[in-house]
């Protein structure tokens, strides 16, 4: 499956480089994206998984007009809209956890939260990320954010 046109250029497409310039780790390369569209089966659910650390304070740009706040606080700015656009396109959350320890992971990776949500396709969740509304969102997610990681799965056969 190729990507639409306007995931190469336009609005997404700068905003894709300035977070890959910015910081990696916090939002997808077009590789990345690419792959996703390309691997995760179509027309399945699909299960993304969220591991979040955030920062103790947001790191907004310094001509930010948003006051500041924790990474956490920035975190529930960024969902407010992207609940309502998770559930826009049929998804739903199906666990938001807290974490403790990692008891198999290297010494410095640690996570604050676990997010596991549930989307009817690829189709439903490439679309929500290219909606408008939540990208303008998306800054209150990387100025909160320290690390995380976004991990595309179906659900296993029983």
Not at 6 to 22: C, D, K, R, V
Not at 131 to 137: H, K, N, T, V
Request: glycine share 6%; aromatic share 6%; net charge negative.
């Amino acid at each position: 499956m190729s990507l639409d046109p306007h995931w190469e250029s336009g609005t997404l497409g700068q905003m894709i480089t300035q977070w890959n310039t910015a910081m990696p780790s916090l939002n997808p390369s077009r590789e990345q994206l690419a792959e996703f569209a390309e691997r995760m089966p179509a027309n399945t659910p699909i299960l993304m998984l969220n591991l979040l650390r955030f920062n103790s304070q947001a790191a907004y740009p310094a001509d930010s007009p948003h006051s500041p706040c924790s990474g956490q606080q920035a975190y529930a700015r960024y969902s407010r809209v992207a609940l309502k656009k998770v559930q826009g396109v049929g998804g739903s959350v199906e666990v938001l956890a807290n974490a403790h320890v990692a008891l198999i992971a290297p010494a410095d990776e640690q996570w604050d939260q676990v997010l596991l949500v549930r989307y009817p396709s690829k189709q439903a969740f490439l679309s929500m990320i290219s909606d408008p509304e939540y990208q303008a969102e998306t800054g209150h997610r990387t100025a909160a954010l320290a690390d995380s990681r976004l991990i595309g799965t179906t659900p296993a056969a029983n």
